[in-house]
């Protein structure tokens, strides 16, 4: 298995941008399709965007298509979700996951970092 450590949440006025960075060790980075889910207090695990091994595919949740972009640097084992025009709905703890399926079910993720927090504020 891969080991994952989020950074890069934080404190934004609605809005506004962040972005997450997901750094796994390991020497087999690019073999794992990579995603970001988040969980909001109270409510159940969501899937927000996953990348496919090499980076030529992308797949988003309706609720953050054309505002958030995932991308990955196979070179530096890090995966990123770039966060545009932020609502106070984002707020949530966000993760992300690898999964060794091409094109994976949440279930389907075997990896999970800890998590990074998120708070948009209106």
């Known amino acids: 298995q891969v080991q994952l450590v989020e950074s890069g949440g934080g404190l934004v006025q609605a809005g506004g941008s962040l972005r997450l960075s997901c750094a796994a060790s390991?020497?087999?980075?690019?073999?794992?399709?990579m995603g970001w889910f988040r969980q909001a207090p109270g409510k159940e695990r969501e899937f927000v965007a996953r990348?496919?091994?090499?980076?030529?595919?992308?797949y988003y949740a309706d609720s953050v298509k054309g505002r958030f972009t995932i991308s990955r640097d196979n070179a530096k084992n890090t995966v990123y979700l770039q966060m545009n025009s932020l609502k106070p709905e984002d707020t949530a703890v966000y993760y992300c996951?690898?999964?060794?399926?091409?094109?994976?079910?949440?279930?389907?993720?075997?990896?999970w970092g800890q998590g990074t927090q998120v708070t948009v504020s209106s």
């Open positions: 990348i496919s091994r090499i980076g030529g595919s992308t």
């Open positions: 996951g690898a999964s060794t399926v091409v094109a994976p079910r949440s279930y389907e993720y075997n990896s």
């Open positions: 390991g020497r087999t980075f690019s073999s794992y399709t």
